[in-house]
């Protein structure tokens, strides 16, 4: 069943079209992935669908609640953690907690078996001002503080943008575990390498979606020939491996470069056209989400 169901929504911001006819839908209790770079659009799509913004055009209902007219019931099922850190700086990690539970009406000790494990890391700081947490502590709080109030959907706009890897890692980790409780996870994020954590992913760029599937169904629709290329010198490497015929794209991968080729490439003519480069290798690659997503944009 859709709990998430979105319909050819559009907004503008003067000449800047944020978001231009998106659709999609998330199933109740799953982890769907927003991925895409800054100006993608998931942000507007995360403030529209928890009403705080209303759409131009186009439709959006949350658990066959519609965005607008019924923002007041929405509001009590989902939890929402913006991009940047939105808690009160100057209360502490404990007066937060309080507070926004005051808001939703209800206690801390009625919903602290669900955010218990959470809760817990930053629980020896309790008394600690919030502004004054490291980057993961703080997106521990905001965590707790959008499940205070036991939503049913939880919508988190890239809670892993500015920190570590642990505590990156730490993150998902409790993700996965609310996930196993039935609540819906709508989350962003710009980084790829997060995307094969959901279940199902949208790509997206400039307001756009460019492809909706599993991450392996993502993978799967990768129909060209990729290449991993390295030489001595890799940023002439680049330069002139783009001048190949046959050769679609070529980007930083890593360690090495991309290559993404179509039928008009020949393996044995490009190393001939740039064995003046030393120590230059070639050889077939698997892809990953961020070549079909460069493979979409192109097109």
Not at 269 to 289: C, D, H, V, Y
Request: glycine share 8%.
């Amino acid at each position: 069943m859709d709990v998430i169901d979105v319909s050819g929504l559009s907004k503008s911001f003067g000449k800047v079209k944020a978001l231009d006819s998106v659709s999609f839908s998330v199933k109740r209790g799953e982890l769907f992935g927003l991925i895409g770079p800054d100006g993608a659009g998931k942000t507007t799509l995360f403030r529209l669908l928890t009403t705080l913004l209303n759409p131009d055009t186009g439709t959006a209902s949350i658990d066959g609640l519609d965005v607008i007219k019924d923002y007041l019931k929405i509001r009590s099922r989902v939890g929402y953690t913006p991009g940047r850190f939105s808690l009160y700086p100057d209360l502490t990690v404990e007066e937060n907690l309080i507070f926004f539970a005051s808001l939703f009406g209800v206690k801390v000790e009625d919903s602290y078996d669900l955010i218990a494990p959470i809760y817990k890391q930053i629980e020896p700081f309790r008394t600690r001002q919030a502004g004054k947490l490291s980057g993961g502590m703080k997106q521990k709080l905001a965590l707790s503080c959008a499940l205070i109030h036991h939503p049913s959907m939880l919508f988190l706009d890239e809670p892993t943008t500015g920190i570590d890897a642990v505590s990156r890692g730490e993150l998902w980790d409790m993700l996965q575990k609310l996930k196993e409780k039935g609540i819906t996870i709508l989350v962003s994020t710009p980084y790829m390498d997060e995307a094969s954590l959901c279940d199902r992913i949208a790509l997206c760029n400039e307001g756009r979606i460019l492809g909706i599937d599993s991450p392996q169904g993502i993978v799967e629709k990768f129909n060209l020939k990729l290449y991993a290329i390295r030489a001595d010198n890799m940023f002439t490497l680049l330069e002139a491996a783009r001048q190949v015929e046959g050769v679609v794209e070529c980007y930083p991968f890593g360690q090495t470069h991309h290559l993404i080729a179509d039928e008009k490439f020949d393996i044995h003519r490009f190393t001939e056209q740039l064995e003046a480069l030393s120590n230059l290798t070639i050889k077939p690659t698997k892809p990953a989400i961020e070549d079909v997503f460069i493979k979409l944009m192109k097109q």
